[in-house]
């Protein structure tokens, strides 16, 4: 499950299930572990649904279980939250806020906020950063988080989208059915949210607490707003088929109408649809209405040609001619009427084998009716030419009735015996059939024009699709305001804003529609609620005052500035109406106070100060002014006590963070070009509509290193009394869970021209960096591992220059200055060229480009044995003293140390280790396996202690922290009580192994690091100690 909006009387829960089903969602009190109540959750086959709980109590943490799932899941997949803490109780979901009791003076809210989760770019061995905010956001003994806000990239979509857009692609040159097309594309995205979301600690996270989540580019495709391939049909279809599975997965979470917003943008395909249809009935009707014109045609030929054929014929010849037809002749009758009953005979049977076309498409049914509803008959003569496309005048019938066979001659309409004509009983048959040749083809030809005109009706519906009032996927509903007591999170989208409902790119467009902001004004400012909110939480994907919009720099450095520079400073008109806006609701009333969070793209770690410039100038001499004037001599000059003024303790100003990527976001060798501030002025309204000049000045300032930065933890308190101060406490956090203690090193192992190995221990299980920074050009590097406890870990350094000296240092440990180091890695191997003319051959060989090494200076120590007596101690202090100015030398010093034994006597602690050993050997007799395996770690503890112990002596640590280093163990090293012992036994030969593997842990690790895992120091300690060959540039 997914939690979405919570506030304090209600929350959403998401769920996707793999088939249709329906569930019972079980709310629970976790402090009572009591059922409340169950709500059924009927959910579509691999489709995301909501359940909206509603009549929660606020200030309370619940468990929400699901029945009708898989056992395995439904003891895994359970949702946790906690109720907000207002002092006005906030009523149902987007139902406003209901005054209730006032049980508290504030309201309190706290939030993390996350950006850019990038899984695919994790490198092996990275600390998994979700680790740290779920500890955060799961740990019951410390305040609750209210809600987490994702301000973009929450689902890394790029190679799903490729390869949905790729499925249209083709699919459109094949012809397929467009909305299987469609359909499957859709389920291509979204199995890349059910890959995020199901990862370690993302899963747990992100059913832990509250969730509101923003659109960024990382949600759709990079630049999908002005790449040009997405410009087309396809391109537009792949956009609404993102934008439909981020409605699904992520609006949903805070906006249960998701469904009728689907529902509504559904219609434009079947508008699409429809469209067709209907030209195709056009077609039909048209194809009808000529074959009914060319019958008729065709009738009035052929009785024109018998009136011809029989016009000269005599009585004598008209009777033979009856006869040939099978036509009684009746005596007395003149040659005129004899001409007449042979016309009405053949009349009767022309062509009958073919009866005159129906209407054949369905879909027309009602355009016949409604043809025929309308009495298009008038009692006129026979035409002989008939346009189809205009309704011809019909004959004077009440009903014209067509059988599914054709033309019904045998069928009168019957009329009432009082109004029965005489002429129409008697009408001939020849007159009756034509008439009904006639009002066939005007009724088709009514047909024809009802069909075009409905046809323009549904291409006109079409063309205004998404202008209707409805929750649709307009520029005025991604924007969303969440009201939590006086509490308002923003969530301010830029990125749908400039995709029209059909999905077509609209780059032109601002990236907030004008509609949204007259909107958010009216919220803000002057609506139901606009008194009550004191605290606002905006939250946008990119900083709207961007930390790297710079006009100081060469022209070269544009380009990848373009890279990371927001939006906003190319939409100026946009930015200062967010400004003005936010800084009229600031100083709309006294104690409101505003904070900012912001994705952006490899600018994480920055802290933006945005200020009136006139309140800061009056603030700067208000503190000028509060300084004590001294006299000649220096001394204060008393003075009476000055008024406070009001708008010191006003003053309007808000804060913009910047949050980092929360995985895959560390970069390399990347020098972020950050302004340090600068000033903004333009015209702003202000409540009467009129124009005023609004001066504001600004300060970037970079809290924490881009690569390292995971969230921003913030605390929002808003008072219930107006005349106290809302408090935003909001800072940007490090990926570190707090420092843990360092317990051994830094030690800096082999150093060769373009590695490093660095060995540190920490006290706790724990995400550390190792940060190695070039002295001569700033380059830095960043290698982020999570250490485990109590044993050493070996980071491994790759890709550095030859013959440069580097800074060590370690983030998220306690006192990082004290746990520092240093080293320089050796010349290459590079043949020297010969000097030229103006070269400085001193210290290169004669190489500036490339130094190779022509010399190698080592160091060599040995049984590093703490001395008891003062001038033994005294003399060693000296020497430690001496090998540590050698070591700090950058280029002129050391290549490598050697330490030829004697680096730790383990003589004291292995006796301590054997005898406990000797318990660990008594509970194996007794069957007690877990109490001998906590004996042995303990054992194995008390080895290690004699490195920690002796590893951190002063002087000591400070040599093994500069230079590199191999060691060689000696007597001490292996302990002399082992080697004197010749008693086989359990404790000698797991004496023998721990011994080995603590050697392996700590010396052998700095030549040769282990795999992180406690199976490989195991694997290692079984193996003899063995010889080595090492190699240093030439030198071996």
């Known amino acids: 499950p997914v939690v979405g909006r919570v506030d304090s009387r209600s929350a959403v829960i998401l769920l996707e299930t793999d088939v249709s089903a329906k569930l019972e969602v079980v709310v629970c009190l976790q402090a009572e ?46 949702a946790e939250f906690v109720t907000l803490k207002n002092s006005v109780r906030a009523g149902a979901l987007f139902q406003g806020i209901e005054q209730g009791d006032e049980r508290d003076n504030y309201d309190e809210a706290r939030f993390v906020a996350v950006a850019r ?79 995020a979301w199901n990862l370690p600690h993302v899963r747990e996270t992100l059913a832990s607490c509250p969730h509101f989540m923003l659109c960024g580019e990382g949600d759709v495709y990079p630049k999908f707003l002005t790449n040009k391939d997405l410009g087309d049909d396809v391109g537009a279809c792949a956009l609404r088929c993102a934008r439909r599975v981020y409605w699904e997965y992520q609006r949903q979470l805070w906006d249960p109408r998701v469904h009728e917003v689907i529902e509504y943008e559904e219609s434009y395909g079947k508008t699409k649809e429809n469209i067709e249809k209907a030209k195709e009935a056009v077609k039909t009707a048209e194809k009808a209405a000529l074959a009914a014109v060319k019958d008729w045609e065709r009738y009035m030929s052929e009785k024109a040609e018998i009136r011809s054929q029989v016009a000269h014929l005599d009585g ?71 346009s189809y496309g205009m309704a011809a005048p019909a004959p004077a019938a009440k009903t014209v009735s067509f059988q599914e066979d054709g033309l019904d001659d045998d069928s009168e309409e019957e009329e009432s015996e009082e109004e029965e004509d005489e002429d129409l009983v008697k009408r001939d048959p020849d007159d009756t059939k034509e008439r009904r040749y006639e009002a066939r083809v005007a009724e088709l030809g009514a047909a024809v024009n009802e069909a075009e005109q409905t046809a323009k009706d549904m291409q006109e519906r079409f063309e205004n699709w998404g202008n209707a009032d409805t929750p649709n996927a307009g520029k005025d509903n991604e924007t969303a305001l969440h009201i939590l007591g006086r509490i308002g999170v923003l969530l301010l989208d830029t990125r749908w804003s400039q995709i029209s409902d059909r999905g077509a790119q609209q780059k032109d467009e601002p990236l907030v529609a004008e509609d949204t902001w007259k909107q958010l004004e009216h919220l803000l400012l002057y609506g139901t609620y606009a008194g009550s909110i004191t605290a606002l939480v905006v939250c946008t994907d990119e900083p709207p005052v961007d930390p790297y919009a710079r006009d100081d720099l060469p022209e070269e450095s544009y380009a990848r500035l373009e890279a990371i520079s927001s939006r906003w400073a190319r939409h100026e008109s946009d930015r200062e109406a967010f400004l003005g806006l936010m800084f009229r609701w600031l100083q709309g009333m006294q104690n ?59 003053d309007k100003f808000y804060r913009q963070l910047v949050c980092g990527g929360v995985a895959g976001s560390s970069t390399k060798n990347v020098n972020h070009l950050m302004g340090d501030g600068g000033e903004l002025e333009f015209n702003s309204k202000d409540d009467r509509g009129k124009r005023q000049l ?26 219930v009394d107006a005349t106290e101060p809302v408090d935003i406490r909001a800072d940007i956090c490090s990926l570190f869970f707090g420092g843990v203690k360092v317990t051994v090193g830094p030690v800096i192992g082999l150093v060769t021209e373009s590695t490093a190995i660095i060995l540190l221990e920490v006290e706790w299980e724990a995400p550390v960096g190792c940060v190695v920074t070039d002295a001569l050009s700033g380059e830095r590097m960043t290698i982020l591992n999570h250490l485990p406890k109590l044993r050493p870990h070996a980071f491994r350094v790759e890709g550095l220059k030859p013959h440069r000296h580097y800074h060590v240092r370690f983030d998220g440990v306690e006192d990082p200055e004290k746990r520092r180091g240093s080293f320089t890695t050796c010349a290459s191997l590079a043949a020297p060229r010969r000097p030229q003319p103006g ?14 090494q022509k010399s190698f200076r080592g160091l060599c120590l040995a049984r590093d044995a703490p001395a008891t007596d003062s001038t033994s101690a005294a003399d060693g202090a000296a020497l430690l003293s001496a090998c540590r100015e050698a070591l700090d030398e950058a280029f002129a010093g050391t290549d490598c140390v050697f330490h030829l034994g004697g680096q730790v006597n383990l003589d004291a602690v292995q006796a301590d280790a054997a005898g406990v050993l000797a318990q660990a050997e008594n509970a194996y007799v007794r069957g007690d396996e877990a109490q001998a395996g906590m004996l042995e770690d303990r054992a194995m503890q008390r080895l290690r202690d004699a490195y920690r112990t002796h590893w951190n002596l002063p002087g000591t640590r400070e040599v093994l922290s500069r230079g590199g280093r191999v060691m060689v163990p000696g007597d001490a090293d292996l302990g002399r009580t082992l080697l004197r012992n010749s008693t086989e036994g359990y404790v000698r030969r797991t004496l023998r192994r721990m011994t080995q593997r603590v050697y392996r842990e700590y010396q052998r690790q700095l030549w040769e690091p282990l795999l992180p895992t406690a199976e490989a120091a195991v694997s290692y300690a079984t193996a003899a100690v063995d010889s080595t060959t090492l190699r240093f540039g030439a030198t071996h």
């Open 117 to 195: 989760d990038r899984p695919s770019l994790v490198k092996p061995g990275e600390f998994n950063r979700w680790d740290t905010i779920y500890e955060r956001v799961s740990q019951k003994d410390l305040p609750p988080v209210n809600f987490m806000l994702h301000v973009g990239g929450q689902v890394d979509l790029q190679s799903s989208f490729e390869e949905a857009w790729t499925l249209l692609k083709r699919g459109t040159i094949g012809e397929d059915d467009q909305k299987a097309l469609e359909d499957k594309a859709r389920e291509i995205l979204r199995r890349a949210y059910r890959h």
């Open 694 to 719: 609004l001066k504001l000045q600004y300060d970037h300032r970079r809290l924490i290193p881009s690569e390292h930065c995971a969230y921003v933890e913030g605390l929002v308190r808003a008072p």
């Open 839 to 852: 070269d400085d051959v001193d210290g290169c060989g004669g190489s500036l480009t490339a130094p190779y």
């Open 592 to 650: 409101r106070s505003l904070v900012v969070i912001c994705g952006g793209d490899l600018c994480g770690g920055v802290e933006t100060q945005v200020e009136d410039q006139q309140q800061a100038e009056e603030r700067s001499k208000r503190q000028e002014d509060a300084k004590p004037k001294l006299d000649e001599w220096g001394q204060p000059i008393q003075e009476g006590l000055k008024p406070v003024s009001e708008a010191s303790n006003n």
């Open 33 to 78: 572990g009591k059922e409340v109540r169950r709500q059924p959750l009927k959910l579509k086959s691999r489709r995301p649904g909501i359940v909206v709980l509603t009549q929660l109590q606020d200030d309370t943490r619940y468990q929400i279980l699901f029945s009708g799932i898989h056992r395995q899941d439904a003891q895994e997949r359970i």
């Open 316 to 386: 004598v010849e008209l009777r033979r001619e009856l006869r040939k037809v099978k036509c009684p002749v009746v005596d007395g009758r003149t040659d005129a009427q004899l001409r007449e009953d042979y016309l009405k005979h053949k009349a009767l049977g022309l062509d009958e084998s073919k009866p005159l076309p129906t209407w054949p498409p369905h879909e027309a049914h009602q355009a016949v009716d409604a043809a025929r509803a309308a009495g298009a008959a008038k009692d006129a003569g026979a035409s002989d030419s008939f």
